[in-house]
């Protein structure tokens, strides 16, 4: 209870050198809670980085969520992340910056440039709806694929039916769609073919933006035929990634470096015959 009467006398008798020597050690208190918060910024923003090259980018998500809520504790969620890759080689691709990096550890390998999903919409009557984004997360290299061929899914008729002002006519196996004169489009064997009343037959050739028209309709043909397979969109080779998704070559190399694509990732011809070449089967492709 004596140590009030004396600060009280402190104060009283110090005047203004006691009360600055009162805010100096305020000042510094206040500068070194600044500087732990620059710190602070400074280390979740080194883990971030950190996290997108040697995580998964699900864990990526998860730190920039808690982030707000942990405080100092991102050590600690990151420690929940895989084991480091160890020397094994990875591709980390950022869609934002439409690039490519082929690493070992710290060291880049390789890298390019590429293009990536636009993100657009499609919708089509009766509720088919599909969004053209390049997968995020971690996934890996399955197969390696020469002269790969596009097999177009149904949302590219869709697309080209509307561009060319065309309804959607799917061609049956068993029921020939008739033309003029007697002749039907009809499924021979692997081919899509003109058949006329004398028996000829007739492949059709297609590639995109060739599509079989007749009239008013676009035909989109059965899945396993020949018509449904465009040779050259995809490059000479691809790094074959799952679920449809891969990273290939492209027939249109002025789409590289934007977002472009349907979700797979564009490089030049030139680009996938050296990840072709240098990328093994089983590599850890990590998508952000």
């Known amino acids: 209870m004596r140590d009030a009467p004396t600060r009280r006398n402190l104060f009283a008798s110090g005047g203004p050198v006691a009360w600055l020597s009162l805010a100096a050690v305020v000042a510094a208190v206040g500068l070194a809670v600044v500087r732990l918060r620059d710190a602070l ?7 971030l980085t950190q996290a997108v090259y040697n995580d998964n980018a699900d864990i990526l998500a998860m730190v920039r969520a808690q982030a707000a809520s942990a405080g100092d504790s991102l050590e600690r969620v990151l420690a929940a992340s895989p084991d480091s890759l160890g020397d094994q080689p990875y591709i980390v691709i950022s869609i934002a910056e439409n690039q490519l990096w082929y690493k070992r550890g710290s060291t880049v390998l390789f890298r390019t440039r590429v293009a990536t999903g ?5 919708e089509r009557a009766g509720g088919s709806r599909w969004t053209f984004e390049t997968p995020r997360g971690r996934l890996v290299v399955l197969r390696k694929d020469v002269d790969p061929a596009w097999v177009p899914p149904d949302w590219h008729y869709v697309e080209a039916a509307r561009k060319a002002g065309k309804r959607l006519r799917r061609l049956e196996p068993s029921k020939p769609i008739p033309l003029a004169g007697g002749a039907v489009i009809a499924v021979s064997g692997n081919d899509v073919v003109t058949r ?12 995109e933006g060739k599509e ?4 008013r309709d676009l035909i989109v043909p059965p899945m396993n035929t020949n018509q449904r397979r465009y040779a050259g969109v995809l490059g000479v080779n691809r790094l074959y990634l799952g679920d449809g998704y891969g990273i290939h070559g492209t027939d249109a190399p002025a789409s590289i470096g934007r977002g472009a694509s349907h979700g797979c990732v564009r490089v030049r011809n030139e680009d996938i015959e050296t990840l072709f070449r240098i990328v093994p089967v089983g590599t850890p492709v990590y998508i952000y």
């Open 118 to 122: 636009t993100g657009k919409h499609l």
């Open 41 to 47: 910024a400074a280390r979740r923003e080194r883990d």
């Open 196 to 207: 006329y009343p004398d028996g000829r037959e007739i492949p059709f050739e297609v590639a």
């Open 212 to 215: 079989i028209v007749v009239g």
